[in-house]
């Protein structure tokens, strides 16, 4: 596992009068940065995805480099459904509370952008801090998916609004032909490769392809996507080694740990108040 980074204590470069003054770069620039350099193939960083600021603390107490965020998780805390049920407005102010309780690199699942043209997406996001966020390829309403180069024009026009904007985000491109079963599993991994490519080509960090579960797959993906590749955790059926093993960059746990929990609490917690069971045993 990627070890705690410090972003805060690293060392400006040594001035050289012969050369232009160059500005210093913002704290969000910093830790884009940071969270950039945490993606590094055979040595995952791991993301147990945080939905609001006391789970970031818990994230950021427990000695990891980043935080991640979930949308289902997310949107369950703010009474939405996922598939951006929730208002942008919510999604971002519920972003920008958990970047000012911690102190590490904040990324933000932010589905497939809230319908807002790439400008306003980048303008709006990085009022919140956040140095990273994920983008999908398949509409959240009805999961179908996204024509690969609509999507790749997408991405090429975040970053390029980035750009203009002076703005480092670290751009997480879910794909999602896995996920929606779109072909047949040959070609689901052919349209993986594919669209994983043309989203790094356009200015995408990482490709996340969810739903890739089967070690041989995940190896292949590793090996054939040219750049860092985000896997999710699942239900732990490869354990974090064995991720690192296949060429891993990233480990995502999405809404798994938050409906773990929840549903322990609603089964085992409440059922022993309602039964005049003592909770705090269990």
């Known amino acids: 596992m990627t070890l705690p980074l410090d972003i805060h204590d690293m060392e400006d470069s040594m001035s050289d009068p012969s050369r232009p003054e160059v500005r210093e770069a913002s704290p969000p620039q910093r830790e884009a940065a940071a969270l950039r350099r945490l993606h590094v193939s055979g040595d995952p960083l791991v993301l147990p995805n945080a939905w609001d600021a006391a789970s970031a603390r818990m994230v950021e107490a427990a000695g ?15 009474g939405y459904d996922d598939g951006e049920a929730a208002p ?38 990085a009022a919140t801090g956040a140095a990273g966020l994920n983008l999908e390829d398949s509409n959240p309403p009805d999961g179908n998916m996204i024509d690969v180069a609509e999507q790749a024009d997408f991405l090429a026009a975040v970053r390029d609004a980035a750009t203009s904007l002076n703005v480092d985000l670290v751009i997480n491109a879910r794909t999602d032909s896995f996920l929606r079963r779109s072909g047949s599993p040959r070609a ?32 292949v993906l590793a090996e054939g996507i040219p750049g860092p590749v985000n896997v999710a955790y699942g239900l732990g059926k490869l354990s974090l080694a064995e991720l690192a093993a296949l060429g891993v960059a990233r480990v995502s746990f999405g809404p798994a740990l938050q409906r773990h929990l929840y549903g322990k609490f609603g089964s085992a917690l409440l059922s022993a108040v309602t039964s005049d069971e003592n909770p705090f045993v269990l």
């Not at 990891?64 to 703010?78: F, Q, Y």
Request: with cysteine; glycine share 8%.
């Open 64 to 78: 990891l480099p980043a935080v991640a965020t979930s949308s289902a998780a997310t949107a369950a805390v703010l």
């Open 88 to 125: 942008v407005e919510e999604v971002l102010a519920a972003a920008e509370r958990i970047v000012r309780a911690v102190s590490l690199p904040v990324t933000v699942d932010f589905e497939r952008g809230y319908g807002l043209a790439p400008a306003e997406l980048v303008e709006r996001f």
């Open 188 to 219: 689901q991994l052919a349209a993986t490769l594919d669209r994983g490519a043309r989203y790094l080509a356009a200015g995408a960090d990482c490709v996340y392809p969810i739903g890739a579960g089967n070690p041989d797959v995940i190896k």
